[in-house]
């Protein structure tokens, strides 16, 4: 079999394209820590409010601190529940003191709704009957201050007045 020189040159630039796209897979699933956001469990949306109560707390409650009514993780592992609803989340301000991982689970008590932190990866879809659960590993270059959490399906007539308010400090 005769292989031409052009044939080689393909197989060879086309070898090279797969070996870069896995190596650009691999760092954005390892070195930026990208995942896919996935439902983990089903909820009876009618129950969601109160099955799931809205609120931040840490992921070891060993480490559990209340400063000023506000949840403070010493090791920056926090979980927080949200609540998606017309035109509303629940909780609306979110505080966390210097977090480095926060592991969030939503649900809707209505129709889909999108979860979305303005500039960071966080982006997931609300679907009423499911929890959709996201890790972010938060940068730890994240400047402290307040960042906005959108709606960013289109949920009602109401919808440009769903958003919360992510206040990070340190
Ligand atoms: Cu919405």
């Known amino acids: 079999m005769t292989v031409h020189r052009e ?8 070898l090279g394209l797969t070996v870069v796209f896995l190596a650009a897979l691999a760092y954005a699933a390892w070195g930026l820590g990208l995942t896919t956001p996935y439902t983990v469990e089903r909820i009876p949306a009618q129950k969601a409010a109160q099955e799931l109560k809205p609120g931040v707390d840490c992921v070891n409650p060993n480490v ?8 403070v993780c010493q090791d920056g592992r926090y979980y927080v529940n949200v609540l998606a609803m017309r035109f ?14 926060v592991k969030f689970r ?12 303005a500039g960071t990866n966080v982006n997931v879809m609300v679907f009423p009957g499911y929890i959709a659960e996201i ?29 919360a308010i992510l206040e990070i400090r340190k």
């Open 64 to 71: 559990k601190q209340i400063v000023n009514n506000v949840v």
């Open 7 to 14: 044939e080689k040159i393909w197989a060879f630039f086309v």
């Open 88 to 101: 509303t989340w629940l909780p609306n301000r979110i505080v966390l003191t210097d977090p480095k991982e």
């Open 106 to 117: 939503i649900t809707s008590t209505d129709v889909i709704h999108g979860f979305e932190i």
């Open 135 to 163: 890790t972010w590993k938060v940068p730890s270059n994240m400047a402290p201050g307040n960042y906005l959490i959108i709606c960013n399906e289109y949920c009602g007539a109401g919808h440009q007045n769903m958003y």
